[in-house]
């Protein structure tokens, strides 16, 4: 059955077009999809009507019978990706299809990830004439994260490559080791692929932000726009606006007194709404300031001092320690290893 501690991933915020492709996916592969679902607390009539939302618990308890079913496609998320990126209504994806141009489609999508979920959020930064594209979780996915990222990152490099030419450039950088036989890799995400790397990244030149779009429609774009308008679901999720908050803030010591000030409740009930997310404050912030550290180390080089600086370290010891707890290893080990 579902796992029932975390409660934010019961309510229904996620298109259920996301579901419809992954079970159009089981059904190519000889699997019916009321086998799929069964557990999952889902009908196939739930799907049936314009506009139809699902739990996300529900999506990653079927994505996680259907990666067991077919152990032996290791392709499999790359593949449900392109799917994604190919089929129209979704849409997430429809706001990127028919933006003007690669910004008009950040843009939109920001505007909407705080309402809908889907999971994955976008960090986009402009660094030495390069666009990093970056993804990290909204919560806490455990084993689900690698494939829900390998999803996000099939299908978006597909749809960049329609919208800006297969002649444009794209690296592809994973956070996890080169598999024994990658040779799927290249065949879904390109020759440009970069393993142990310190983030998960799409990266393109910056001057790919406003090259036009072939399949851009202001008409569509709005009806796209419009359509994302009504499935939004607010408040946002508790555990996504804080990792949002953290990045944002990274110079800002945060602790579990000030944090659940600057929300507006008291410390007891951010203790408990956390609890209820399958985290914790201490393990939240932890990870957050895990990821950005090693992002920031490799895109700018910088020093332990500059690091223990910027992330409000009360001096480097302190960041040397912290970093070790996140990674098992101390900066100096993790630089050589780049």
Known sequence: ?????????????????????????????????HQLIRGSQLFLEDLAYPGAQVAPASVLFI??????????????????????????GHVLFDLWRYAPNLSGALT???????????????????????????LTESASLSTQQRMLFEIVLSACRLLLKEQLG?????????????????????VYLGEHV??????????????ALYQPFKEASTLRFAQAKHTAKHLLHPPQLLQA??????????????????TASYLGMSPATLKRRLKQDGTNFKL???????????????????????LANTMAFA???????????????????FRCGS
């Open 194 to 207: 970069r393993f142990d790397a310190p983030r998960c990244a799409i990266i393109l030149s910056e001057e």
């Open 315 to 333: 001096d480097v010891h302190s960041f040397r320690r912290a970093f070790k707890r996140w990674t098992g290893a101390v900066p100096s080990a």
């Open 108 to 134: 939109a999508w920001a505007s909407v990830q705080k309402g809908i979920e889907t999971l994955v959020q976008f960090n986009v930064e402009r660094h030495q004439g390069k666009l990093y594209i970056r």
């Open 241 to 258: 606006h804080l990792r949002r908050i953290f990045r944002k803030n990274l110079g800002q010591a945060w602790s579990l007194e000030y």
């Open 284 to 306: 939240l912030v932890d990870e957050v300031r895990g990821q950005e550290a090693l992002h920031l180390m490799d895109l700018n080089q910088w020093n332990n001092s500059q």
């Open 63 to 88: 994505l996680k019978k259907l990666k067991r079913e077919l152990a032996e496609q290791p392709q499999l998320a790359l593949e449900l990706g392109q799917r994604i990126a190919t089929g129209h």
């Open 166 to 186: 297969a002649q444009t450039w794209v690296k592809i950088e994973l956070p996890w080791s080169q598999p024994g036989q990658d040779l799927h890799y290249p």
């Open 1 to 33: 059955m579902i796992p029932g501690n975390f409660a934010y991933l019961h309510d229904k915020r996620m298109p259920a077009h996301f579901l419809i492709t992954i079970l159009e996916l089981a059904e190519h592969h000889q699997i019916k999809p």
